[in-house]
């Protein structure tokens, strides 16, 4: 009896052994990682035949009385996974429990307009075009604004996504941020401020964006706006004939061009033009709202990043000639 007893206790342990070895053992796997996506509400076998069905070289059945025995079987967690070399039905385990994704990111950088997002959209890896092909107009009813302009919604930031996403999906989210930004710097606005709207903080936190060749002018900036604005004076801003050009800009803007009316055109125009021109960041969001205080009317360019501001026209054709023409 005693020997049958130990037999069976040796045969219990050497189970139990190799249960170990094989939970602990990392799998054959290639050397390219392979990718899993488990769908929403996969029961614990369908997830284990997923896994194998996905290249995984492993026996479902074992795979699957693992996640029984577990006792985790319920918390595994819908998503795109990467399984690479070192992955054993432990670490597997662990990883759809804590639902650790596979993740790609795109940035969208400040200053960019819509096409360049789109085309960014368009070059992430492994994200799905659905907007690709979708006017703006159709881009921004599927997003759930119909009738509102897409240039400027989008907040400039990093924005992670597992594989297959939508790319309509990032959108939504960087929509959602630039909402919750503008709200707070429209909450955060000066008591004088010329601006009657956050629409109007937005444009002009576009066109400060795109003015601003050093971060610490940001302020002297949107001050030389803000005081034009207040004093009825055209804002005169070379980025909003740009953007009015459109793609026929090639790069060189002639005097013609700032003669020549669009919508956008700030020479011609009195006043902030009809949409924003550009993705503004959070500081320049501030800025539009949070001016510095000066009597500044006109700014330009020193040559090295920074701008020299002047309050009057005589001491900015001064700054011109000293800085623009070297006299």
């Not at 059945?61 to 595994?76: A, D, E, K, N, P």
């Not at 360049?116 to 368009?122: D, I």
């Not at 707070?184 to 008591?191: E, F, G, I, P, S």
Request: hydrophobic share 40%; proline share 6%.
């Amino acid at each position: 009896m005693r020997f049958l007893f130990a037999i069976v206790i040796t045969a219990a342990l050497a189970a139990i052994g190799a249960a170990f070895f094989w939970l602990y053992r990392p799998l054959d796997m290639p050397s390219d990682p392979i990718d899993v996506s488990i769908e929403p509400g996969r029961s614990a076998r369908a997830v284990a035949s997923d896994v194998v069905a996905a290249g995984v070289p492993v026996n479902a059945t074992l795979l699957f009385m693992w996640f029984r025995v577990s006792g985790q079987s319920r918390q595994i967690r819908a998503g795109s996974y990467e399984l690479g070399p070192g992955t054993s039905p432990y670490t597997l385990l662990d990883k759809l429990v804590r639902g650790d994704e596979a993740l790609r990111s795109v940035t969208i950088v400040e200053g960019w307009n819509f096409r360049q997002l789109q085309l960014a959209l368009e070059n992430a890896e492994q994200l799905q075009p659905d907007s690709q092909n979708l006017a703006p107009a159709m881009v921004m009813e599927r997003l759930g604004r119909s009738g509102q302009v897409p240039e400027g919604r989008f907040f400039p930031d990093t924005y992670t996504y597992s594989k297959g996403s939508s790319d309509l999906t990032v959108l939504k989210r960087a929509l959602r941020a630039m909402d919750k930004q503008l709200e707070v710097a429209w909450a955060l606005r000066d008591t004088n401020s010329p601006l009657q709207s956050p629409e109007q903080a937005l444009i002009l936190a576009s066109i400060i964006e795109k003015e601003t060749g050093s971060a610490a002018d940001r302020a002297m900036v949107a001050s030389v706006f803000n005081n034009r604005l207040r004093l009825g004076m055209r804002l005169q801003t070379d980025p909003t004939v740009i953007y009015g050009l459109g793609e026929s800009f090639d790069g060189n803007l002639r005097k013609v061009d700032l003669l020549r009316d669009t919508p956008w055109n700030t020479y011609t125009r009195a006043g902030l033009p009809p949409t924003p021109i550009s993705m503004p960041g959070r500081a320049s969001l501030l800025a539009a709202v949070q001016p510095a205080t000066s009597k500044a009317l006109y700014f330009v360019a020193r040559g090295d990043g920074s701008s020299q501001f002047s309050a009057t026209l005589d001491e900015h054709n001064r700054a011109v000639n000293k800085y623009q023409r070297g006299k």
